[in-house]
């Protein structure tokens, strides 16, 4: 009995490790370097006076991301003076989904007038590292000293389907926070969208 009883203590904490793969709140994220739709490569040490970033997979065809695309925009608007950028990566395969391809991309930056960088995850590297799971997924980080510290992880707010109905903006709050040097009251909700698009995942 003890020996299946650890078998079992074995294969849970096993599939513990699984779910959490990824970053968690409090853990330092690295940098990444992937090509903006201006044809630029950009990471985040090129914002050399950010106190922070606002990190968000996004793409083109997902309905949750179309709706929150004017909300992100506020977000870079409202926070990027304040020291918090958004940053947007499209992490999808263009082959299983040719809607979320640079050129789309390229295309939905000029129709909506995004203020913010909107980068291909082509290797789909930068993506599985954070441990995103759905188009959009935020991650809030930190600088400090020269540190990236996961502040809030999840979704942007608690409505995506009527931004009038927003009750609770859980990104706007943790980086109120941050700027009143607070710790964030609320760092993990459950990002809801689409799934990314991996092409390992779909073979």
Do not use: W
Request: proline content about 4%; aromatic content about 10%.
């Amino acid at each position: 009995m003890k020996k299946i009883a650890l078998i079992i203590s074995s294969v849970v904490l096993t599939c513990s490790f699984a779910v959490a793969q990824g970053y968690q709140v409090g853990d330092k994220a690295s940098d990444f370097k992937l090509k903006n739709v201006d044809g630029k490569m950009v990471s985040l040490a090129d914002y050399k006076d950010a106190k922070g970033y606002v990190v968000v997979f996004t793409c083109n065809h997902c309905p949750y991301a179309m709706a929150y695309q004017d909300r992100i925009i506020a977000l870079d608007k409202k926070y990027k003076a304040l020291g918090y950028p958004v940053i947007a990566i499209n992490p999808n395969d263009p082959e299983l989904q040719p809607g979320d391809s640079f050129d789309e991309m390229v295309k939905r930056a000029k129709e909506k007038g995004y203020t913010f960088p909107y980068l291909f995850d082509a290797s789909q590297e930068t993506y599985r590292k954070y441990g995103a799971t759905k188009t959009p997924h935020v991650y809030v980080l930190q600088k400090k000293g020269s540190d990236l510290i996961v502040q809030y992880i999840g979704a942007i707010d608690d409505n995506y389907n009527d931004a009038s109905q927003v009750k609770t903006t859980y990104v706007s709050d943790a980086i109120d926070n941050l700027l009143a040097n607070k710790t964030p009251q609320l760092t993990f909700t459950k990002a809801i969208g689409c799934s990314i698009k991996d092409k390992k995942k779909s073979s």
